[in-house]
């Protein structure tokens, strides 16, 4: 089957790099892409947003499935668009319908979501422009740290967490004023959890439904988790903590209502479902949901998953995922993110990447044992070479028995890779 795989980042390099594997691919392609996913199928210059412009490639070229990466195009309702057009409505999508995507989209409805089931997460109240003191007066209520959250899609910088509540409500009031715009019209106040993450994924077909390994990953941009928030500077799976007890809390008391939840209140949800968790104590709760993969946990997730990816999206297309096999390698897999001098603030493009092995110059994209590049922010410059172009550049996934050791072949090719002003962690996985 053809399969058009939405998306540019190093998330969709590593399930292109995934679906190409697949017995059941013939031709795979990849809008926009970057200069790591042409290795795995064709890149289409086509925005992840242009709905018109995926109109005609998908029709041109006898696609049979799309596959979105990023949130924004699910929440625009790509879903809609394809099921609302004669010619498109047999072309499935992965991915939730608009309606099922505002658990991502919208904070309130996820929180509104969690409460109507009973699932485990903050407590919280939302408000709007129009109760501004009542906003200010439940902030009172709470303990420090205040955690403030735009209610729409801020490219991941919508949360504020405040240790005074004098800079609380001072944050509370010019969220509401419109310092995110309409995403910050409502703003849902919630109280502080503390505890480690944990990045839980499921593949859904909007009744049954299977759980993918699980990953970690390291949002400040500093060691030690330290500075500003980023992407995601790295991922390590399996986590130690979410043992076979704590997995079957966070399903029984998390995956399996958010699944029946959907189904019950007749959202359309056929894709992946992320759960951002927290372990509070030993007990699992709910920080956010996305409709989408991890980015950069797909890096180390799909390298963990055994089993045919295209076949298991068949399955989430046709309703059977029940009847499709879903199998890990029991290896651990790590991610080490390099990314580009002064990510997340400001940082210069077109930077010429070089992989060195022993001081020799070597191919950046040939294959290293148990050492796979996935691509994020890279492009090729006018004389065919790779060269850097966003914050995020290339993640270096491996495996090893342990994590030790894939940290080691990901940590020795990080060091191997050049370009002016790289920049990684060398503590990822330090913690667990
Ligand atoms: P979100 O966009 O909801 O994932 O929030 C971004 C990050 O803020 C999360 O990954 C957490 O590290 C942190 N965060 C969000 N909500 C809370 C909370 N209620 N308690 C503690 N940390 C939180
Ligand atoms: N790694 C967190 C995210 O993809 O949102």
């Given at each position: 089957?053809?399969?058009?795989?939405l998306?540019?980042?190093?998330?969709?390099?590593?399930?292109?790099?995934?679906?190409a594997?697949?017995?059941?691919i013939?031709?795979?392609?990849?809008a926009?892409?970057?200069?790591?996913?042409?290795?795995?199928?064709?890149n289409?210059?086509?925005k992840?947003?242009?709905f018109?412009?995926?109109?005609?490639f998908?029709?041109?070229?006898?696609?049979?499935?799309?596959?979105?990466g990023?949130?924004?195009?699910?929440?625009?309702?790509?879903?809609?668009?394809f099921c609302?057009?004669?010619?498109?409505?047999?072309?499935?999508?992965?991915?939730?319908?608009?309606a099922?995507?505002?658990?991502?989209?919208?904070?309130?409805?996820?929180?509104?979501?969690?409460?109507?089931?009973?699932?485990?997460?903050a407590?919280?109240?939302?408000?709007?422009?129009?109760?501004?003191?009542?906003?200010?007066?439940?902030?009172?209520?709470?303990q420090?740290?205040?955690?403030?959250?735009?209610?729409?899609?801020?490219?991941?910088k919508?949360?504020?967490?405040?240790p005074?509540?004098?800079?609380?409500?001072?944050?509370?009031?010019?969220?509401?004023?419109?310092?995110?715009?309409q995403?910050?019209?409502?703003?849902?106040v919630?109280?502080?959890?503390s505890?480690?993450?944990?990045s839980?994924?499921?593949?859904t077909?909007?009744?049954h439904?299977?759980?993918?390994?699980e990953a970690?990953d390291?949002?400040?941009?500093?060691?030690?988790d330290t500075?500003?928030?980023?992407?995601?500077?790295?991922?390590?799976?399996p986590?130690?903590?979410a043992d076979?007890t704590?997995m079957?809390?966070?399903?029984?008391?998390?995956?399996?209502?958010?699944?029946?939840?959907?189904?019950t209140?007749?959202?359309?949800?056929?894709?992946?479902?992320?759960?951002?968790?927290?372990n509070c104590?030993?007990?699992?709760?709910?920080?956010?949901?996305n409709?989408?993969?991890?980015?950069?946990?797909?890096?180390?997730?799909?390298?963990?998953l055994?089993?045919?990816l295209?076949?298991?999206?068949?399955?989430v297309?046709q309703?059977?995922?029940?009847?499709?096999?879903?199998e890990?390698?029991?290896r651990?897999a790590?991610?080490?993110?390099?990314?580009?001098?002064?990510?997340?603030?400001h940082?210069?493009?077109?930077?010429?990447?070089?992989?060195?092995d022993?001081?020799q110059?070597?191919?950046?994209?040939a294959?290293?044992?148990?050492?796979?590049l996935?691509?994020?922010g890279?492009?090729?410059d006018a004389?065919?070479?790779?060269v850097?172009?966003?914050?995020?550049?290339?993640?270096?996934?491996?495996?090893?028995?342990?994590?030790?050791?894939?940290?080691?072949?990901s940590?020795?090719?990080?060091n191997?890779i050049?370009?002016?002003?790289k920049?990684?962690?060398?503590?990822?996985?330090?913690?667990?």
């Amino acid at each position: 089957m053809n399969i058009l795989l939405l998306g540019s980042g190093g998330r969709e390099h590593a399930l292109a790099w995934k679906i190409a594997q697949s017995p059941k691919i013939e031709k795979l392609f990849i809008a926009p892409g970057n200069a790591g996913t042409c290795q795995v199928g064709e890149n289409v210059p086509l925005k992840a947003d242009d709905f018109e412009g995926i109109r005609r490639f998908v029709l041109d070229n006898d696609i049979n499935m799309v596959v979105v990466g990023p949130e924004d195009p699910l929440v625009k309702g790509i879903y809609d668009f394809f099921c609302d057009d004669e010619d498109l409505k047999q072309v499935p999508v992965i991915g939730p319908s608009k309606a099922g995507a505002q658990l991502e989209g919208s904070k309130d409805f996820a929180k509104g979501f969690m409460q109507r089931h009973g699932i485990p997460t903050a407590a919280y109240r939302t408000f709007d422009g129009s109760c501004v003191d009542d906003g200010l007066a439940f902030l009172e209520t709470l303990q420090p740290p205040y955690v403030l959250k735009a209610d729409g899609l801020c490219a991941g910088k919508g949360v504020l967490i405040l240790p005074t509540l004098e800079e609380a409500k001072k944050e509370l009031r010019e969220m509401l004023d419109g310092m995110f715009g309409q995403a910050s019209a409502r703003v849902v106040v919630e109280e502080f959890l503390s505890g480690i993450e944990c990045s839980v994924f499921v593949l859904t077909d909007g009744k049954h439904y299977k759980i993918l390994p699980e990953a970690k990953d390291y949002k400040r941009i500093g060691e030690g988790d330290t500075g500003l928030n980023t992407g995601g500077m790295g991922s390590v799976s399996p986590v130690p903590f979410a043992d076979k007890t704590w997995m079957q809390k966070v399903e029984d008391r998390i995956i399996r209502p958010t699944v029946e939840g959907l189904s019950t209140e007749g959202l359309d949800y056929k894709g992946f479902i992320f759960f951002g968790l927290i372990n509070c104590s030993g007990e699992p709760k709910v920080i956010e949901y996305n409709c989408r993969m991890g980015d950069p946990e797909t890096e180390t997730v799909m390298l963990r998953l055994k089993s045919d990816l295209v076949d298991l999206l068949e399955g989430v297309a046709q309703g059977d995922l029940s009847n499709r096999q879903m199998e890990f390698d029991e290896r651990a897999a790590v991610c080490v993110m390099l990314v580009s001098g002064g990510y997340p603030g400001h940082y210069e493009k077109g930077k010429v990447i070089r992989l060195f092995d022993s001081g020799q110059p070597q191919n950046l994209n040939a294959n290293r044992q148990d050492v796979q590049l996935f691509h994020a922010g890279t492009a090729f410059d006018a004389e065919g070479r790779v060269v850097t172009a966003g914050g995020r550049v290339i993640a270096v996934s491996s495996y090893g028995k342990d994590k030790a050791e894939a940290l080691a072949k990901s940590f020795a090719v990080a060091n191997d890779i050049q370009f002016e002003g790289k920049y990684f962690r060398g503590d990822i996985g330090a913690d667990l």
